[in-house]
């Protein structure tokens, strides 16, 4: 653990106010810093595992390189700072959970149930609910056989929630957490306190990005091939072309992130919620990167054990809730996404 900067102990008793994001350094982090920055925010406090690069270290009052399994982290954190919200995105996804999902479990039960935690504490001390901003995953569903997922059409929050991969367990279960801190926690305690955690989450769906390129999720495939595309090289695709699952790009999920935060609580009928923007198969996103980029080589060789993942997956999800109770709706169809964002800013980068 790197000593802490003098610049963080402010000279007073008073501690600096803080918006936290965990996992910074990853494909969610990178954009959400940018739009708080953008937006004016001037208390981000980033944390993630690896660290962050310079430019998003330009963007926080502080940056840790910390592990949020970690309770001594947690303690310096608690001492330091006025936590007013949190966005915590660290997290082990879907395909790497599968090869060691003890770990995973560790991270992703045991590093959120430490965020809750702090949130319940910094509540209790200055007095104000937390804001906990957290992303759950369409991997908490299981549509388990053809017909269920031909049958079930987009899926609301309540249905199928029978997850097949130790992420989707995880993240279903911290979902409940999350709940149980905004609605329960310490109910039979005398100094209990309404609502210490403000909690909300969005099922992200699959996430593309023209920035980065993700690591370690089943949904993976779609930006994979299209950074590929880009670069000039071939890519086997691990799905079938039949795959059909839910996305949206990484500014909409940003936007989406950042307009639940701002939802007035009033509003909101829910704490999880559903949000998407397309659900292409595959090879209906092989033929889109092909108009593109004429020269794609892009070639289907599926893997068992993960095409088996996106078969419990649902087709799409139904996000009525979400539009209805704060206002989501993507700029980014399919067309768009690849015409206004993603095909102009991978071409950027490569
Ligand atoms: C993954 O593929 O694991 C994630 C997800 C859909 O939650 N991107």
């Given at each position: 653990m790197p000593p802490v900067p003098a610049s963080t102990f402010d000279r007073g008793a008073r501690r600096n106010a803080a918006v936290l994001v965990t996992g910074a350094g990853g494909e969610v982090g990178h954009g959400l810093l940018k739009s708080m920055h953008a937006a004016g925010r001037r208390d981000l406090v980033a944390i993630d595992l690896r660290g962050v690069d310079d430019a998003q270290r330009s963007l926080c009052r502080e940056c840790f390189v910390g592990d949020i399994c970690e309770t001594p982290l947690m303690h310096r954190l608690q001492a330091m700072f006025e936590i007013t919200e949190i966005y915590h995105l660290a997290a082990l996804l879907s395909t790497r959970t599968e090869f060691a999902p003890e770990a995973g479990h560790e991270v992703n039960v045991g590093g959120t149930m430490n965020m809750l935690r702090l949130a319940a504490d910094q509540a209790r001390s200055h007095g104000k609910p937390v804001k906990f901003l957290f992303p759950s995953s369409i991997a908490v569903y299981g549509c388990t056989g053809p017909n269920a997922r031909r049958e079930a059409g987009?899926?609301?929050?309540?249905?199928?929630?029978?997850?097949?991969?130790m992420y989707g367990c995880n993240k279903l279960y911290c979902e409940h957490l999350g709940g149980y801190y905004a609605l329960h926690y310490r109910r039979l305690a005398q100094d209990r306190m309404d609502r210490v955690v403000d909690f909300r989450a969005i099922r992200f769906p699959g996430l593309i990005s023209a920035d980065t390129i993700p690591s370690g999720g089943t949904s993976d495939y779609a930006a994979e091939m299209i950074h590929a595309a880009a670069e000039g090289k071939p890519y086997a695709c691990f799905?079938?072309?039949d795959t059909r699952i839910p996305f949206m790009t990484m500014p909409d999920a940003i936007s989406a992130f950042l307009a639940l935060a701002a939802a007035d609580r009033e509003c909101l009928s829910r704490t999880v919620y559903n949000a998407r923007a397309f659900n292409p198969s595959a090879g209906e996103l092989a033929d889109l990167v092909g108009e593109h980029f004429p020269d794609a080589q892009i070639t289907f060789e599926p893997d068992e054990q993960r095409q088996a993942i996106l078969d419990s997956w649902p087709p799409d999800c139904d996000d009525t809730a979400a539009r209805n109770d704060w206002g989501f709706n993507p700029q980014h169809d399919l067309r768009s996404a690849f015409e206004d964002y993603l095909v102009p800013g991978i071409k950027a980068h490569y």
């Open positions: 987009p899926i609301a929050e309540d249905d199928f929630n029978r997850p097949t991969t799905v079938r072309p």
